[in-house]
Nanobody, 125 residues
Framework: QVQLVESGGGLVQAGGSLRLSCAASGRTFSTSAMAWFRQAPGKEREFVAAISRTGIITYFTEAVKGRFTISRDSAKNTVNLQMNSLKPEDTAVYYC??????????????????WGQGTQVTVSS
């Protein structure tokens, strides 16, 4: 199992950018699909983006396509979420997740066995 710690959240105005990072420890990072989920107040946790073990395959929820990118750095054991053109509806706690499986379809939260503690992203209008 991989241990995950997120960073990079904060307060930004609409139209601005933030970069979230997830530092992973443990020997299974290189064999884990990684993802970002988010949970807004009063709402269920929802999928945002995922990346395969090799970084070749990525998935995004429709609401962030064209604005967010996901990447991973195997040398540093990190996964990053670059968020551009942020909107107030992007406000949420963002969670990093990992799971030792091959990413071949749009994942769900149930696919992931490791979770970070979350980082708050607030977008003001």
């Amino acid at each position: 199992q991989v241990q995950l710690v997120e960073s990079g959240g904060g307060l930004v105005q609409a139209g601005g950018s933030l970069r979230l990072s997830c530092a992973a420890s443990g020997r299974t990072f290189s064999t884990s699909a990684m993802a970002w989920f988010r949970q807004a107040p009063g709402k269920e946790r929802e999928f945002v983006a995922a990346i395969s073990r090799t970084g070749i395959i990525t998935y995004f929820t429709e609401a962030v396509k064209g604005r967010f990118t996901i990447s991973r750095d195997s040398a540093k054991n990190t996964v990053n979420l670059q968020m551009n053109s942020l909107k107030p509806e992007d406000t949420a706690v963002y969670y990093c997740a990992g799971g030792p499986f091959q990413l071949l379809r749009l994942p769900t939260a149930a696919d992931f066995s490791s979770w970070g503690q979350g980082t708050q992203v607030t977008v003001s209008s």
